[in-house]
């Protein structure tokens, strides 16, 4: 029992033996320079994947009928037909319902519901060059955000698939890991999609051209994947071709403006706002009017949009993986929220 705790206590939370190690297991991980060794918890080829898919699957049921009768002739018709559906339909189907939405769906919330992720995979498929302060503040606003209006209009009681679905670790990632991530690596730079694709390529070529003896596939395989990667030289590279597309279609949506987060719904979720205010506490520590202005209805609006600038000369700076990790920067927004209460910072909220 006592060695069972022991155990606990030492491997608390670690899923995956770094790689380095497996040659020789027994050494530390100071020795291979890994002594803040991490696990990313958020994927956007699953996560983003598979949240779209049951937002997709569970949001017909919660619009009156004639609306819901729409949404789903668009679901249909841009993933209805494909017997294998991969992230990036799902998410081409998203950004084509989001730009209906304006005309077939009544419900501003459930408008911005749509829209809200749309500019999460957007962020999350971004290059490290388009990673910046403005950027990491836009990430945790709309997962927040987000996560709130899927509460709000779809609830607990869903119709089509499980609460817990819904709420699992797809949805947990997005609104809890993606924002803190982002403030560290870009999605791009952890995106593995390119290298999982070949899961698919080595299933198609096994159905399709294989007689399923065993001494026949493994080397029919190889033979076929060296041939695809010489004709991609001569074609372009298909994940480049499939990101053009996504980026041709999010083109056509309207211009993305600030975050503007309505009183009421501050009110009503005040625990979770606060929650919020300290997960991005480094944006507040500049005062009132650098990143944020508050209207005279009580609305709060974030300066994320596209027309506003990306850095701010009061800070906060841009921090990277190579000199920060995942427990120095949550101890840093610990830090900088105590900062806004010592100064007496002005903030978005009337109680604390």
Request: hydrophobic residues 35%; proline residues 3%; glycine residues 6%.
């Amino acid at each position: 029992m006592n060695l069972r705790r022991s155990w606990q206590r030492i491997y608390g939370g670690v899923q995956r033996v770094p790689a380095l190690l497996y040659a020789n297991p027994t050494s530390i991980l100071q020795s291979i320079n890994c002594d803040k060794y991490e696990i990313l918890s958020f994927e956007p080829l699953h996560d983003i994947g598979k949240h779209i898919e049951n937002i997709l699957t569970e949001l017909p049921h919660h619009l009156p009928e004639r609306e819901a009768i729409a949404v789903k002739d668009i679901i249909t018709c841009t993933i209805g037909g494909k017997e294998t559906k991969r992230t990036f339909d799902y998410r081409c189907a998203l950004i084509i319902l989001a730009k209906q939405s304006f005309k077939i769906i009544s419900s501003k919330l459930i408008q911005h519901l749509l829209t809200t992720l749309v500019q999460i995979q957007r962020i999350a498929y971004s290059s490290e060059a388009e990673r910046t302060p403005k950027s990491v503040l836009r990430m945790r606003n709309m997962t927040w955000y987000h996560g709130i209006l899927c509460r709000e209009e779809l609830g607990f009681k869903l119709k089509e698939i499980t609460t817990r679905k819904l709420y699992g670790n797809y949805y947990h990632n997005i609104t809890s890991h993606a924002a803190i991530q982002h403030r560290l690596i870009s999605g791009k730079a952890c995106n593995v999609e390119e290298q999982e694709r070949i899961f698919n390529t080595i299933t198609n070529i096994t159905a399709s051209i294989s007689s399923y003896h065993p001494s026949h596939i493994i080397g029919n395989i190889f033979i076929r994947l060296q041939a695809e990667k010489q004709m991609q030289a001569f074609q372009g590279s298909c994940f480049s071709k499939q990101e053009a597309s996504v980026s041709k279609l999010a083109a056509s949506l309207p211009s993305y403006g600030n975050t503007v987060i309505p009183q009421d719904l501050k009110e009503k979720h005040i625990r979770s706002w606060q929650a919020h205010l300290e997960r991005v506490s480094d944006f507040l520590l500049p005062g009132k009017g650098i990143w944020w202005v508050e209207h005279e209805d009580g609305d709060t609006e974030f300066l994320d949009g596209e027309k506003e600038s990306n850095i701010s000369a009061q800070g906060p700076l841009l921090h990277h993986f190579r000199s920060s990790n995942f427990c120095v920067e949550e101890q840093y927004l610990i830090d900088c929220w105590k900062q806004c209460l010592t100064n007496g910072v002005i903030l978005p909220i009337k109680a604390i």
